[in-house]
């Protein structure tokens, strides 16, 4: 059975830094092609950054140069790594790998 699990998420003040970890199990699943998206209260899910091949990595423009996507293929684990945390960085995160969810975990931003 297939599973993804976030962790690292609370509460922190405006300016402050979280690590988000999705750990995978059930498969293998390589760091490409990960995500990880968002979905703050009231509003709809959106996509926050995706990790691709050899490294590459895209954000949305709202978390660019603030967040890091990255991975560890051996631990079958992801991570985002969010630094300058904003209000409306407030949401629940979800790690998403080849159509398969976590339960996703709370973020909140204290202004």
Same mark, same amino acid.
């Given at each position: 059975?297939?599973?993804?699990? /976030? ?6 003040? $405006? ?5 988000? #970890?999705?750990?995978? #199990?059930?498969?293998?699943? #390589?760091? $490409?092609? !990960?995500?990880?998206?968002?979905? $703050?209260?009231? *509003? /709809?899910? /959106?996509?926050?950054? &995706? ?5 590459? +990595?895209?954000?949305? /423009? %709202?978390? *660019?140069?603030?967040?890091? &996507? #990255?991975?560890?293929?051996? *631990? ?5 790594? !969010?630094?300058?945390? *904003?209000?409306?960085?407030?949401? &629940?995160?979800?790690?998403? +790998? ?12 204290? %202004?």
């Amino acid at each position: 059975q297939v599973q993804l699990v /976030e962790s690292g998420g609370g509460l922190v003040q $405006a300016g402050g830094s979280l690590r988000l #970890s999705c750990a995978a #199990s059930g498969r293998t699943f #390589s760091s $490409a092609n !990960m995500g990880w998206y968002r979905r $703050a209260p009231g *509003k /709809e899910r /959106e996509f926050v950054a &995706i990790s691709g091949y050899l490294g590459t +990595a895209y954000y949305s /423009e %709202s978390v *660019k140069g603030r967040f890091t &996507i #990255s991975g560890d293929d051996a *631990k079958n684990t992801l991570y985002l790594q !969010m630094d300058s945390l *904003k209000a409306r960085d407030t949401a &629940i995160y979800y790690c998403e +790998a080849l159509g398969y969810w976590g339960q996703g975990t709370q973020v909140t931003v204290s %202004s």
